[in-house]
């Protein structure tokens, strides 16, 4: 297990080499881990059974087998391909952080954790496109399921520099419009912008009958405030500063950071939105394994 | 509240530190990007006025634990009546090893006891006393602690008297003009009444004494007073606490007892000498061994001239001639040139008597100036007595006629010196003695003074030609160490001293609290309050311990709150 790309710590998987590979070689161990699709509920079909093997999920043992002929079988299904899914990538200056040298930034994460979740995507046959945005709309890809589709998102990624601000709200209106019919929505930021104005359009995507999946990748760094006695933060993207003693502040930050993640988790709990906090020290089998 | 090294408060500028750190290290804090500012800011504005307190506490408390700490090393020394430290005081302890003090009082000598209070009232005083040390020799001694407790320490008792009004009055003069805080005298004595001399301290405001009060009650005592030698008999008075009981005295010479007595203090008793030759004799007078060894035993010196060779014309008169013959069948005296007695003044020693013919006193005046006799006959005087302190045979004798003897001014009237009056008559001189010559202002006769009648007159006449006329040194006295010092010139024995402690020392009788305290301007106590009353007042106790401890106090407080807050 230790050998799968999914499960290795993000920044030596970054390592191996570009998107493209760390993406593949995620899916890879990823899918072979779970045998199956984990996006159960999008238009699945059964399509035979196999010997339950251990680590298989109970749910999916077949009893009427196992009442006739005392054998543990499990039922495997098959993914239909008319789903459309749409992946919004944070690009704004903020995501192109880190909080240690060694680690990635959350914008390299979420670049890698959006080149997998397409190719996952893309291989069961779901049309898949990309929007990367900061304070605008920087770039679309429609949602296509033909062939070289997966190169023209990972395309997308890297031909998208770090922006300045951030505005996730015009992005995901924009949407829409991308999105004739339902179809999934997958937000991944940090989620450093207006809450209510996010919300009211992540809300209106609810709506339109889309399922709605929300990233909040966050660096370690992010959640545990440290740091020297005194120092000036600064924000890079409205450079606003602020002096703090981060060991006197550290428990007040940690508090706000977890009622920010809470204020999240509720208000998306509250609209059918799936929510997700990701840590860019996460192995992406387990950020991916928080889909299924 | 003073500090035994204000210097050390210099440091508490060092308070400042924390914040003058504090605004240092926020003036340039190292910059950080942080995309999160805006959940910084959020903490930040809930938790503003907790961090404030917080700031403002540690900052405090930071400063409060320097401030203690420089304070404590000042070494503070606060108000308190039990407190070990004073404030800065000039001190002179008075110590009174007189010879009264070596009474010995159950089995110990009282000067030890005295000695002991004198060191505990150095040994309590601070480095930053100013200190003195009297002791009965009268050396106002300046000093450190330690030297003046080392000469506590070798001081043994002494032969001396000390007037301890007189020392009071000293040391108050030496502290009152010490720009201390505080001066006190402490009066380590046992409190003779003898010793409290005449008059009173005149006090100071300023200055504190403390005397303490008589150790022991009255202790019985007999001394020996100054022995005196006359008409060859030693006169030996005993002195001591009044109501002591009578004891042996015993006369020696030149260590064979030669006479014995029983006599109480107050009592004089004469004891017949041998007849001896002429020269200088040394004898003393021994008491047996009671309390008070000091004054047990007193020397005495007298000298016995070689029979003067006297002249004497026809005009002194019949008596002077019948005295003369006895003194020469006594051997007193033999017949020649030495002394002469006369109505005017020979070349050697002349012992002059007023010229029985007024008519010739202005010749016989004539002949003493040129003489260099300052001294004259003056006409008539008054009848009336003798008065002769030194001169016991002489007073109380009537005198009916006379010659006033004046001039002699500026020579001094003193009854031992050379030139000086021997005897009075209404205040006037009648016997005056200068530059060898002898006045008398009546002549030796019935007519004139009825002291040719009396027993005195040979024994008059011997001393006249013996001692006064010639000027024989008499011995003297003084206070010391007892021993006798002789005076030479040449290879002449000229005089003597006898050294012997004042006879007021045998009187152990301690003076009344009441009267001390009068006198001296003193609170008297005993020992206990004696103890306890040195430098109240200005007593203090050193809080740098109690400092310290609240430092530390402040220092765990300061990392509490350091420690919850992050």
């Given amino acids: 297990m230790l050998t799968r790309p999914d499960l290795l710590d993000p920044a030596e998987v970054a390592r191996l080499g570009g998107i493209e590979i760390v993406a593949q070689g995620v899916v890879e161990g990823f899918l072979a881990g779970f045998h199956r699709s984990p996006f159960r509920g999008f238009s699945v079909e059964f399509t035979e059974h196999r010997a339950y093997q251990p680590g298989d999920e109970l749910r999916y043992l077949d009893w009427r087998m196992l009442a006739r002929s005392d054998r543990l079988y499990v039922k495997q299904f098959e993914e239909e391909t008319n789903l459309r899914a749409m992946i919004l990538l944070d690009a704004s200056r903020s995501m192109a952080w880190r909080g240690s040298a060694d680690g990635l930034t959350k914008r390299a994460y979420a670049d890698r954790l959006a080149a997998a979740l397409a190719l996952i995507l893309l291989r069961q046959r779901d049309a898949t496109g990309l929007l990367t945005f900061d304070d605008a709309v920087r770039r679309v890809i429609p949602a296509r399921v033909k062939a070289g589709q997966w190169a023209r998102i990972v395309r997308g990624l890297l031909e998208t520099p770090d922006g300045v601000g951030t505005a996730a709200e015009p992005a995901l209106r924009h949407v829409t419009s991308l999105l004739p019919r339902r179809g999934l929505v997958v937000l991944i930021s940090d989620l450093l912008f207006d809450r209510k104005l996010a919300l009211t359009a992540l809300r209106y995507l609810r709506h339109r009958g889309h399922q709605v999946i929300v990233f909040h990748v966050m660096d370690r760094a992010e959640l545990e405030l440290t740091g020297p006695a005194e120092v000036q933060f600064r924000d890079p993207e409205s450079e606003v500063s602020v002096v703090v003693r981060p060991r006197e502040l550290a428990r007040a930050y940690g508090v706000t950071v977890q009622r920010e993640i809470a204020a999240w988790r509720s208000a998306c709990r509250r609209h059918g939105i799936a929510y997700h906090t990701v840590r860019t020290d996460m192995p992406f089998g387990l950020a991916l394994r928080l889909l299924a | ?566």
């Fill in chain 2, 1 to 566: 509240m003073s500090f035994l090294h204000p210097l050390v408060l210099l440091g508490l500028a060092a308070a400042v530190l924390p914040a003058l750190l504090h605004l240092l290290e926020r003036r340039r804090p190292p910059q950080a990007t942080f995309p999160a500012v805006r959940y910084l800011s959020q903490a930040e504005r809930q938790s503003a006025r907790r961090l404030k307190l917080r700031h403002l506490l540690l900052l405090l408390l930071r400063t409060a634990v320097i401030t203690l700490v420089v304070l404590a090393a000042a070494r503070p020394l606060v108000s308190a009546p039990g407190g070990r430290a004073h404030a800065p005081t000039a001190l002179v302890v008075i110590l009174d090893n007189s010879p009264s003090s070596g009474v010995v009082v159950d089995g110990r000598p009282l000067f030890e006891r005295l000695r002991a209070v004198a060191r505990s009232s150095l040994g309590s005083a601070g480095p930053a006393d100013r200190l003195w040390l009297l002791l009965a020799d009268g050396v106002v001694r300046r000093g450190e602690r330690a030297a003046l407790l080392a000469a506590v320490e070798s001081a043994t008792v002494s032969p001396w008297r000390l007037d301890v009004r007189d020392a009071v009055e000293r040391a108050m003069r030496v502290v009152a003009v010490e720009p201390l805080a505080a001066r006190e005298v402490h009066v380590v004595s046992d409190l003779q009444r003898t010793a409290l001399g005449a008059g009173r301290v005149t006090a100071a405001p300023s200055v504190r004494v403390l005397a303490l009060a008589p150790l022991v009650g009255p202790l019985p005592n007999r001394g020996v007073g100054m022995v005196e030698v006359s008409g060859g008999a030693a006169s030996v008075p005993l002195l001591g606490t009044p109501g002591t009981g009578p004891g042996a005295v015993t006369v020696r010479l030149a260590g064979r007892t030669i006479g014995r007595a029983l006599a109480a203090p107050g009592v004089t008793v004469s004891v017949p000498l041998p007849v001896l030759g002429p020269g200088w004799w040394v004898g003393d007078a021994v008491l047996d061994p009671d309390e008070l060894r000091a004054d047990d035993r007193r020397l005495f010196v007298w000298h016995i001239s070689p029979p003067r060779r006297v002249h004497a014309g026809p005009e002194v008169g019949p008596f002077i001639q019948a005295a003369l013959a006895v003194l020469r069948d006594a051997r007193r005296v033999a017949q020649g040139p030495d002394v002469g007695i006369a109505e005017r003044p020979g070349p050697g020693t002349s012992v002059v008597l007023p010229p029985a013919d007024p008519a010739l006193v202005g010749e016989t005046n004539r002949a003493l100036a040129a003489r260099g006799v300052r001294w004259h006959f003056a006409g008539p005087g008054t009848p009336g007595r003798l008065v002769a302190p030194g001169l016991d045979l002489l007073t109380g004798v009537a005198v009916a006629r006379r010659e006033r003897i004046a001039g002699g001014e500026g020579r001094g009237s003193g009854m031992s010196g050379n030139g000086g009056v021997l005897a009075t008559v209404n205040g006037e001189p009648w016997l005056v003695r200068d530059s060898g010559v002898v006045l008398c202002g009546s002549r030796l006769d019935t007519a004139w003074t009825a002291l040719p009648a009396t027993t005195g007159f040979v024994p008059f006449v011997d001393l006249l030609v013996n001692e006064l006329a010639p000027g024989t040194a008499r011995a003297r006295v003084a206070e010391g160490i007892p021993h006798v010092e002789f005076e030479r010139r040449g290879a002449d024995t000229v005089g003597a001293t006898v050294y012997g402690p004042d006879p007021r020392e045998s009187d152990l009788t301690a003076a009344p609290v009441d009267l001390v305290a009068r006198v001296l301007g003193a609170q008297v106590l005993d020992e206990a309050h004696f103890a306890a009353a040195r430098f109240v007042g200005t007593r203090r106790t050193d809080a740098s311990g109690v400092l310290l401890v609240l430092a530390l106090l402040v220092a765990a407080a300061e990392l509490a709150v350091a420690t919850l807050g992050t």
